[in-house]
């Protein structure tokens, strides 16, 4: 089994316009989408499509052939797959990014007890030869709305993915839109290591860094974590809530996320607050 867990330290550091730091523990999910029948099968703590303690569902992630908000270019998705998997060859092939034969590796959460949060979940994808090839750092902010932002073969160099590029996306409403998020992204192997900087105007404002330690991925780990991370999701969405009470307490700016729908650009699921102002598409067409 290439699945596994990993047993990680979250840091956020704002560095302006006041300093804000915390760390926290959690673990995460390193899972081969071809091996989700097989610990479906193997594993009694861990579902696939089905509920269980920890519930992998496949509509939770990657929703291609969905409508985009504010959509750049506008364009017709291909028909899109059901499986997750096919998902992502399928969005990564409209961006010229060829993976047949190839490998994806999802660094997530599922469901826990049914509840599902993903702060960021990441997608590394490897050719027939198992080189890195593509990665995908999907975003999900409280709204439940989602962003990818795929890094391609150009983006690799040294083992590392690397790329700048702008957010368009309302994740934190101490953040404005007009940041770019860099990208520092190291395939997983016995350790994990992710890491997404925010600049603005070219200054370095906020660090989020994801370090973890591979573990096996058994009933006993799962058990274990259980209890040591007990209902990890729900304590993510909290810990998410209570910083911002913290930082709303230190005076930082604060953006509403309605004040600006047409900066937000390319995102899945829109909220209510921003819905109105989707842009129309054309319809989808097979694609064979």
């Known amino acids: ?28 999910f390193a899972l081969d989408l071809d091996e989700l029948d097989a610990l479906h099968r193997g594993l009694r703590l861990f579902s696939f499509n089905r509920a269980n303690a920890y519930s992998f569902r496949e509509q939770d992630f990657l929703p291609a052939g969905e409508p985009r908000h504010n959509a750049s270019p506008p364009m017709a998705p291909a028909a899109t797959p059901h499986g997750l998997k096919a998902r992502v060859l399928t969005y990564l092939a409209d961006r010229d990014i060829d993976l047949t034969g190839g490998r994806v590796m999802l660094v997530t959460l599922p469901r826990v007890f049914g509840y599902l949060f993903n702060p960021v979940s990441f997608y590394f994808c490897f050719d027939r030869t198992g080189r890195p090839v593509a990665s995908i750092a999907e975003v999900t902010n409280t709204f439940k709305e989602m962003k990818p932002f795929v890094l391609g073969p150009a983006t690799h160099s040294g083992g590392t993915f690397s790329l700048r590029l702008p957010k368009y996306f309302y994740v934190s409403p101490f953040t404005d839109l007009d940041v770019s998020f860099d990208f520092t992204l190291h395939p997983p192997g016995e350790k994990l290591s992710v890491q997404i900087d925010d600049y603005e105007a070219g200054q370095r404002t906020l660090t989020s860094a994801l370090t973890g330690v591979r573990q096996p991925l058994t009933d006993a780990r799962l058990a274990w974590f259980s209890v040591k991370y007990p209902f990890i999701t729900l304590r993510i969405i909290a810990l998410i809530h209570w910083h911002a009470l913290r930082l709303y307490l230190k005076r930082i700016p604060w953006f509403a996320k309605a004040a600006r729908p047409d900066a937000q650009r390319d995102l899945y699921r829109p909220h209510a607050s921003i819905a109105g102002e989707i842009t129309p598409q054309p319809s989808t067409a097979s694609k064979a």
Not at 1 to 28: A, Q, T, W
């Open 1 to 28: 089994m290439n699945s596994c867990l990993y047993e990680c330290h979250v840091l956020h550091h704002r560095f302006s316009p006041k300093s804000h730091r915390f760390v926290y523990r959690l673990f995460m």
